[in-house]
């Protein structure tokens, strides 16, 4: 393709990529409907994606927990005044579920499981065993995207509602049983205000997020070529792509999904 030359080219390169993700995730979505369906891999992928992702998720979200309810302490104590860090509760869990968490859990998730994805295929394209996969009349799309994609899209909001836990549970320790907020307020406030619906929020967002991994991992890693080399660049512009584009599809859902089902 001739993408001409200065500034056009990078233009031309992010049309041509663009056009590519879009046309995998058409045929990606066409393919889940159809069977056979690879049962096995998917239950794979299931405990790849998730279980195995459940120790780095506990510990990023205890620590998002831990600092997001010591900042919000350290808010209402300078700004509002002493005794009113117990009014915190709601804003931290509000917080967590609908931003940080998902958030969090997606670019945990990207770094963990989108480059084993990217590198598993990329290997796979280099050593010829996709070309092989054609040859015996199996679709690489069906074998190997649809399982991971959909996985994805099931584990990440899993994972994310393990994190909410997690993390509600950090900002709750630190503000009662280490800076002895009144346990009463605080758990009353968060009841009170804490809606549903900013949890189901942020699982909607996790489903995006998954998507978006599974989808660049498997594309970044049939586009590999040059070997060794070339199965590592892949695997890092699928996580930094993956993360930056999680960053920025978490502002368009934020401004699209309504802040409550009450208005």
């Given amino acids: ?9 990078p233009l031309f390169v992010f049309l041509e990529n ?16 159809r069977p056979p369906w690879e049962k096995s891999i998917f239950i794979q992928q299931l405990e ?4 195995r992702s459940l120790p780095v998720v506990s510990l990023t979200a205890a620590f998002g927990g831990l600092v997001f309810g010591l900042q919000t302490y350290i808010g209402f104590h300078r700004y509002v005044g002493p005794g009113s860090e117990a009014y915190g509760g709601p804003i931290i869990s509000l917080g967590l579920s609908k931003e940080l968490i998902p958030i969090l859990v997606g670019l945990m998730v990207a770094g963990r499981v989108g480059s084993a994805m990217t590198a ?33 899209f099931f584990m990440l909001p899993c994972l994310t509602l393990y994190g909410d836990v997690i993390g509600m549970l950090g900002g709750f320790v630190y503000n009662i049983m280490i800076m002895g907020v009144n346990s009463s307020i605080y758990l009353k406030n968060t009841l009170l205000y804490f809606e549903l619906w900013d949890l189901i ?7 995006i997020f998954g998507l978006i991994i599974a989808l660049v991992g498997c594309w970044q890693g049939l586009k590999a070529e040059g070997g060794a ?18 960053l920025m599809v978490n502002f368009f859902l934020s ?4 802040a409550s089902l009450s208005q």
Avoid: C
Avoid at 19 to 33: A, H, Q, R, V
């Fill in 1 to 9: 393709m001739n993408r001409g030359k200065g500034w056009l080219e």
């Fill in 255 to 258: 401004k699209v999904l309504p």
């Fill in 120 to 152: 598993e295929i990329g290997t796979m394209k280099i050593t010829e065993q996709i070309d092989a996969l054609f040859s015996l009349g199996a679709d690489p799309n069906k074998y190997l995207v649809v399982p991971r994609t959909v996985a994805a």
């Fill in 201 to 207: 929020t942020g699982l909607i967002k996790a489903s």
């Fill in 229 to 246: 080399a070339g199965v590592g660049r892949a695997t890092t512009r699928s996580v930094v792509i993956s993360s930056i584009v999680i």
């Fill in 48 to 51: 790849e994606i998730g279980v």
């Fill in 18 to 33: 663009l056009g590519e993700i879009g046309l995998l995730t058409w045929k990606t979505l066409k393919n889940i409907f």
